[in-house]
């Protein structure tokens, strides 16, 4: 009964939070935006731990003659006598994948924002299951330590590629490989188990906990990519889930699932792999796709330009996303018929990407810019998502990607999207919302800067990849200058490397912009960049349970520069309930 | 968030329903041993199998008295599991 | 969950799915188990149709007598969960105590007879020459002990929370004003008694 007095005033929420002991408000906490907090902290070290190893991987490329500088100091099972030893240079490879999309894009896009932004921007006080939310939080930490662990025990980390495809995975005497894959698999089970507890959350939340009048089409477009993406994340980890145990009992219980002197099939493993891998990429896409909306919005002053056109896109992205698996595997042996179907597939879902891109420039197009960092971030987006989907589209059709398949014009396409696209999106994500969690606005100098930086080292290292891939150089190969036809491209290699070095090197910039503001920047307001969705209608930061009363909303979340309103060019979602909203988004 | 949707209707007999699983296992053991061609008997008991999980989700599991929109949510999963397993099985074709 | 129309002067909640939060939950959960046991059970499929003469009869290997007797027990236990939901929902204190523990004692004998059958199998069955049925004899093997052992470690989990729930259920926690517990607890055990029917009879009688 008083929880319901509670509710109706606040006071329990607002005060509530005096009574915790700092173990349970900041390290054992239940509140979603705490819980927040903590995945961008763990993420963001992954995140400079994983450039790390690319550095290594891109040191070696350059100069496999050389010695690494400061490379003693790895053990000898690394680093012989100054030389990256190939078998650490694959655990390099693997790892290096694996983290960013595991430990550092996925948490980030999801654990971050989604606990963040959900319960905000549809006006609950916090997430439908808070302590599932904490346990979803406290798995990735054994899972990590078992990771970063796995590099230090007999063998290495795992050595067989992000993609773990057997047979070389399942057998030790072939990747060299035992403990290290082992504990990579069991923290794969770890990781797996917090995303889809973190998916059961997020869909009962958003579909249950909507504020009054937060109808479905007036969510705010971020709401919508997350929830689609914990779709997404429900249905296609559980299977990565079951394909890792198998591998995993291959390795440990010879089973022979997936080696063929047994009777398995290796191509069973690349079918549950990639049934799962390939909604993974959009889980890591969709998201970023949501915050580049509400920033494009908000820094153009404009509705965006076609919402129910960008829910429907996302929609069918998602679902379009499940029958697209092959066109990893047309070089794999598998029934060429599949390869015609997943073929067709896979160009059908150029087309909704497409029309994200048309309707952000659409939005952009004689808007009232604010050329802010979050702006400059999203824009950057969609050009390099542009890019990158350019480039799928030449990899979707079967005999183009029999060439390209497992060449650099592939590495280059994944991180056109994944490092242009995604991590673009989100730190233009982090620029943006950095107010609301902190309170303190970060610095717009330095974040100008910082974006400088990356748009033109992005572009250095990875766009002369599409070259390479074209030229023939292989995936994942220790050392190019072995190979008759790679030798003229090795400047090429070197360019890449000092590009990347001073890409990295920007990373130490944002961190700076990052950890001084905390403390040191100016204060935020409630609203700093006159946004329109709820959470920018609450304190900066929110106090715990969020609202004193939950908001009543009224209209759709992108309208900027409405005809109606004289004195300004926003509405927020909660306010103004005598303006109509334009047909479409009401 | 009410949850009107339970108790307006009565209880179903889940002791006739238990009855039913009980005798439909038993025809299955039955069937299983019969001298006649295997695809038929794996035919019918794919669909004893799958008949009596109906029963289950839709008594036990409520699923018969519950909103559409629930319905909708537990069927999800369905298209693509048989995605996944039909395009495998083309392996083989 | 219904607080919220307190304090949201007089606007009505949205309609979400009709249902309270933890029924969606679970149900949301449970489908992630569907694909979980997809992946496995569909990859089970796939191996067999590919080297279907390599796969042991039905009673040729594993035990079809017990393992019925056994499909019926986890059955029975399904009965006996429903009724506790029916006697929370009556506010029959007795007969929560009675069925809840009846569960988890059924979940409990469901499992030890598994256990039974697979220290019997890896010790005095044999297959293709070898002593011994393992995980390592073949797909046949490998595809059986995955299928039925993941199986088990979801009834085990189960019975640990049937455990807790009977436990509850002599503190007094469950009646008619607090069934949402057992009937979330309920869905997640029929589900798997659902999951054993199917592999009962693909794995047992096929």
């Known amino acids: 009964m008083a929880t319901i007095v509670a509710e109706a005033t606040g006071q329990a929420f607002l005060t509530e939070e005096h009574k915790l002991s700092f173990l349970r408000k900041y390290l054992f906490s239940t509140d979603h935006k705490v819980i927040a907090a903590q995945f961008l902290f763990t993420t963001l070290f992954f995140l400079m731990i994983d450039g790390l190893l690319a550095m290594l991987m891109r040191h070696q490329l350059a100069w496999p003659d050389q010695t690494l500088p400061g490379g003693g100091i790895l053990p000898e099972t690394m680093v012989a006598s100054g030389y990256i030893l190939p078998e650490f240079y694959n655990a390099l490879v693997t790892m290096h994948g694996s983290i960013m999309v595991f430990f550092a894009i996925m948490p980030m896009l999801v654990g971050v924002f989604a606990n963040l932004l959900i319960p905000l921007q549809i006006g609950a006080r916090d997430m439908a299951f808070p302590r599932l939310n904490m346990l979803s939080f406290w798995l990735m930490i054994p899972a990590g330590l078992l990771t970063l662990g796995s590099f230090f025990v007999i063998g290495g980390a795992a050595a067989a590629g992000w993609t773990l495809y057997a047979p070389l995975a399942a057998r030790p005497d072939l990747s060299g490989v035992a403990l290290g894959q082992i504990m990579w698999l069991v923290s794969l089970i770890f990781i797996g188990l917090s995303s889809i507890l973190g998916s059961v959350n997020y869909i009962t939340t958003v579909t249950n906990m909507r504020a009054p009048g937060m109808t479905w089409f007036r969510l705010p477009l971020t709401v919508w990519a997350l929830f689609i993406t914990a779709i997404l994340a429900l249905i296609a980890m559980p299977v990565l889930s079951a394909a890792g145990i198998m591998l995993l009992f291959d390795q440990t219980l010879g089973t022979t699932f997936f080696l063929p002197e047994g009777g398995g099939q290796p191509l069973l493993w690349q079918h549950l792999f990639w049934f799962f891998g390939h909604p993974e990429v959009y889980i890591l896409i969709l998201p970023a796709m949501g915050f580049t909306s509400e920033i494009i919005a908000a820094g153009s002053r404009k509705p965006i330009f076609g919402y129910r056109a960008m829910v429907w896109a996302m929609i069918s992205i998602a679902f379009l996303g499940f029958i697209v698996w092959g066109h990893h595997m047309f070089q794999s042996g598998m029934n060429p018929m599949l390869g015609l179907s997943f073929t067709i597939s896979t160009l059908f879902i150029a087309v909704p990407s497409a029309i994200k891109v048309f309707n952000w420039m659409g939005t952009m197009w004689r808007g009232n810019i604010h050329w802010h960092t979050p702006m400059l971030f999203a824009t950057g987006f969609v050009g390099m998502f542009a890019i990158g989907g350019f480039s799928g589209i030449f990899a979707a059709s079967t005999p183009v990607d029999i060439y390209l398949h497992d060449t650099y014009f592939i590495v280059a396409h994944i991180h056109y999207v994944l490092f242009g696209g995604s991590l673009f999106a989100l730190f233009g994500a982090i620029y943006f919302w950095f107010p609301k969690m902190f309170g303190r606005m970060m610095n717009e100098t330095l974040g100008k800067i910082h974006f400088a930086l990356v748009l033109v080292f992005f572009n250095l290292v990875f766009f002369p990849m599409h070259g390479l891939g074209m030229a023939g150089m292989m995936r994942r190969i220790y050392d190019p200058t072995g190979y008759a036809h790679l030798q003229g491209i090795q400047d090429t290699n070197v360019l890449i490397t000092w590009s990347a070095f001073a890409l990295y090197a920007s990373g130490f910039l944002f961190a700076f912009n990052f950890f001084w503001s905390m403390f040191k920047g100016p204060k935020a307001e409630a609203n700093p960049w006159n946004a329109n969705t709820l959470e920018w209608q609450t304190p900066s930061p929110p106090k715990h349970g969020n609202w004193a009363q939950i908001p009543v909303v009224y209209h759709g979340p992108h309208e900027y520069s409405h005809p109606d309103i004289e004195d300004k060019d926003w509405l927020a979602q909660n306010e103004r309930p005598d303006v109509l909203s334009p047909a479409g988004s009401h | ?93 | 969950m219904a607080h919220a129309a307190a304090s949201t002067m007089g606007q009505a909640p949205e309609r979400g799915i009709e249902v309270y939060n933890q029924k969606v939950g679970m149900w949301v959960f449970l489908c992630s188990e569907v694909m979980f046991f997809t992946g496995l059970i569909g990859s089970y499929i796939v191996l067999r149709f590919g080297a279907s003469d390599t796969w042991g009869a039905p009673n040729e290997v594993l035990a079809v007598p017990v393992t019925a007797v056994n499909t019926f027990i986890l059955i029975c236990s399904s009965v006996t969960m429903v009724k506790a939901f029916a006697a929370a929902q009556a506010g029959d204190q007795k007969g929560i105590k009675i069925f809840l523990c009846a569960t988890a004692a059924l979940g409990a004998l469901f499992l030890s007879i598994q256990l039974y059958e697979y220290t019997h199998l890896i010790e005095h069955a044999s297959w293709q020459g070898s002593h011994g049925f393992t995980p390592a004899a073949g797909l046949y093997g490998a595809t059986f002990f995955t299928m039925t052992g993941f199986h088990g470690f979801h009834v085990f989990i189960g019975v640990v929370c049937l455990t807790w729930a009977s436990i509850q259920a002599f503190k007094g926690r469950w009646g008619a004003d607090n069934t949402h517990g057992i009937e979330v607890l309920g869905l997640y055990w029929h589900f798997v008694d659902l999951v054993w029917i199917i592999l009962f009879t693909i794995v047992y009688l096929i």
């Open chain 2, 1 to 93: 968030m009410s949850a009107a949707a339970d108790g307006v209707h009565d209880a179903p007999n889940y002791m006739l329903i238990w009855l039913y699983l009980f005798i439909m296992t038993v025809v299955e053991l039955g069937v299983a041993f019969l001298p006649i061609h295997k695809s038929l008997i794996v035919m019918f008991l794919l669909v004893m199998a799958f008949w009596k999980a109906l029963l289950v989700a839709l008594y036990y599991m409520h699923m018969k008295w519950e909103p559409v929109r629930l319905r909708l949510l537990a069927l999800a999963p369905l298209p693509a599991a048989a995605v996944l397993i039909v395009v495998m099985l083309m392996e083989y074709v």
